[in-house]
Structures are given as structure tokens and as C-alpha cells.
């Protein structure tokens, strides 16, 4: 078992940057991947970004391409997602998911392939 626990949101900005962190305790992160996703009211769970644990190989949505950056403390046990040159549209509550073995390089940009997810947290960008 896998608990996450997202912190680092916020109100900023157009053009500012936020740090989020995905903290896990319990065991150490998922088996193959940690995905970051995000979600506005009325809508499905969309990909952002994802690291692989092994080799910390990355993944980014194209909306997010340049300007977020994945990345893992593993002595922290904490994943992070660095969020450069924020736009309106990337206003949402932010997730970070961990697989139980389920993920491969293949699905990790569907949330159904994460399996423990944190409580989210919330960043607003102003314009």
C-alpha cells in the first residue's frame, strides 16, 4: 500500500511558476511509473506528465511540453513537478498517481493504469 500526499498549490499568476511535490510513504513509490494528472470540475482525469522509477524516463502531455518538468528525490521519496510559464488553462486540481505493478510505457498517460492516488491539489492561474 501506497500513500501519496500532493502539496505546492496555489493562486498565481499568468507566466509564473509552482513547484508541486507528491510525497509517498507506506513503501516506496509505485512499481514502474508515477503520473502526474489533473482535472477540472465536469471533466475526466487528464494526463500531464509521468516518470518512470527505474530510469527516470519522462512523459509529458503536448499542453505541457517545455514548461513542466517531472522529476524524483528519491531519498525524500518525492516526486515533483516543476510548472514554468503558467497559462489560465492549466487551472486544475492536480493528482499524482503511483501503479502496483500495472503500468508499462504504453499506458502510463491513462489514469487507469495508476492504482493509489493522492487527494490533489489545487492551482488556480489568474490572467
Known amino acids: 500500500q501506497v500513500q501519496l500526499v500532493e502539496s505546492g498549490g496555489g493562486l498565481v499568476q499568468a507566466g509564473d511558476s509552482l513547484t508541486l511535490s507528491c510525497a509517498a510513504s507506506g513503501r516506496t513509490f509505485g512499481s514502474y511509473a508515477t503520473g502526474w494528472f489533473r482535472q477540472v470540475p465536469g471533466k475526466e482525469r487528464d494526463f500531464v506528465a509521468a516518470i518512470i522509477m527505474s530510469s527516470l524516463a519522462t512523459d509529458y502531455a503536448d499542453s505541457v511540453k517545455g514548461r513542466f518538468t517531472v522529476s524524483r528525490d528519491s531519498a525524500k521519496n518525492t516526486v515533483y513537478l516543476q510548472m514554468n510559464n503558467l497559462k489560465p488553462e492549466d487551472t486544475a486540481v492536480y493528482y499524482c498517481?503511483?501503479?502496483?505493478?500495472?503500468?508499462?510505457?504504453?499506458?502510463?498517460?491513462?489514469?487507469?493504469?495508476?492504482?493509489?492516488w493522492g487527494q490533489g491539489t489545487q492551482v488556480t492561474v489568474s490572467s
Open positions: 498517481g503511483a501503479d502496483d505493478g500495472g503500468a508499462t510505457w504504453i499506458n502510463i498517460r491513462s489514469a487507469r493504469a495508476y492504482d493509489y
